[in-house]
């Protein structure tokens, strides 16, 4: 594939369909290299999965490795560098810190995953058990025992899109909201999560993927500089704001994408693992359908049929941490024709 520029060597403009993490982290990103971009969201920034609560940006397990996990520790580290800019071109917070996370666990078994770590994590991102954990969430432990890993970040999804959109349209991109778009001439990314699967499935014939229902919480309490928590498959996420987010389901099969009594399970559940939540208020519910793709891999390349069309789709569950990558390497394809996508993510 040829670069996309016109004759006097301006870059070809490109329409992205999608407002969640993939369509505005690829509009930040193309946006910053000097293309005109202009993004359609058919409701409103952050109305699809993108809009929940969660934001824990936690690593893939060091062992077995493979070009997926390399992706996304590269797409970890890289956050640093792509939030800050956001932040200093919006002049809005994304939530964004490296906080770390708390882990209890059974026994110590877990000498190869943490030697696996100190081997394929840079250096203060390491694992290590600790008897002695800090921060204000500190779940109870059978052990005595607790996993600590310095990789682990987290941010506010929804801060991230409002600030995602504020700096797009500061340097230059234009965001329409509530609308559809019209014929679409060009280079076109489409970042249209769950309806796009569906979109995918129906046009190649075959199963692409499909959304999963999560379910997430927002309480009301201070612990912002505290490492999130993972036990028991529960996120215990503290923001900066003074919430801590607590998710997510993942259910298969569902009526409708309404909050329901499931996230009262979940409340519970953290409230049991972290006794300090035990009087913070529920100050939000939020329900929506994350696409997964057949792979379990985020879905990114050329869309087979369509010249000049491209799909960035899938980030079930890693999509925030997924994003920054993501943006460089559509970047890269779409403007430049450098195709860095690993075979495991091709549609």
């Not at 970040?153 to 899109?161: D, H, M, Q």
């Not at 009301?220 to 987010?245: C, E, K, N, S, Y």
């Not at 519970?268 to 891999?297: E, F, H, K, M």
Request: hydrophobic letters at 45%.
């Amino acid at each position: 594939m040829t670069a996309a520029r016109g004759k006097a060597g301006a870059l070809t403009s490109v329409t992205i369909i999608g407002g969640g993490i993939f369509g505005l982290a690829c509009a930040w990103e193309m946006t910053r290299r000097g293309a005109p971009v202009r993004l359609f969201e058919a409701a409103r920034i952050g109305a699809g999965s993108s809009g929940g609560h969660v934001g824990a940006l936690a690593p893939h397990a060091p062992e077995n490795w493979n070009a997926k996990k390399q992706f996304q520790l590269d797409s970890l580290l890289m956050a640093p560098a792509f939030w800050a800019p956001v932040e200093a071109a919006s002049g809005l917070p994304s939530g964004y810190a490296r906080t770390g996370r708390l882990q209890p666990v059974a026994a110590d078994r877990l000498q190869d995953r943490i030697a696996a770590a100190a081997a394929r994590w840079p250096d203060g991102c390491a694992l290590r058990l600790t008897d002695t954990p800090g921060g204000e969430l500190i779940p109870d432990s059978p052990s005595g025992l607790w996993l600590f890993d310095g990789l682990t970040a987290r941010l506010s999804p929804r801060a991230a899109g409002a600030a995602l959109a504020v700096a797009i349209r500061n340097r230059g991109g234009e965001i329409i909201e509530g609308s559809e778009p019209g014929p679409l001439p060009g280079l076109v990314l489409w970042a249209t999560g769950t309806p796009g699967l569906a979109d995918l499935t129906r046009a190649l014939g075959r199963p692409i993927g499909k959304g999963v229902k999560g379910q997430s919480a927002l309480l009301r309490h201070a612990a912002p500089d505290a490492p999130q928590v993972f036990a028991d498959g529960l996120h215990i996420v503290p923001h900066a704001d003074g919430t801590v987010a607590v998710g997510s389901t993942s259910e298969n099969d569902y009526a409708h994408l309404d909050p329901d009594d499931r996230i009262d399970a979940l409340i519970n559940r953290a409230r049991a693992l972290c006794p300090q939540l035990r009087d913070a208020p529920v100050i939000d519910r939020w329900a929506g359908a994350r696409p997964r793709a057949q792979s379990r891999a985020p879905i990114l390349g050329p869309w087979p049929g369509r010249p000049g069309h491209f799909v960035a789709n899938g980030g079930f569950k890693i999509g925030f941490g997924m994003a920054p990558k993501i943006a460089q390497v559509m970047a890269d394809l779409i403007l430049d024709g450098r195709d860095r996508i690993p075979e495991g993510f091709r549609l």
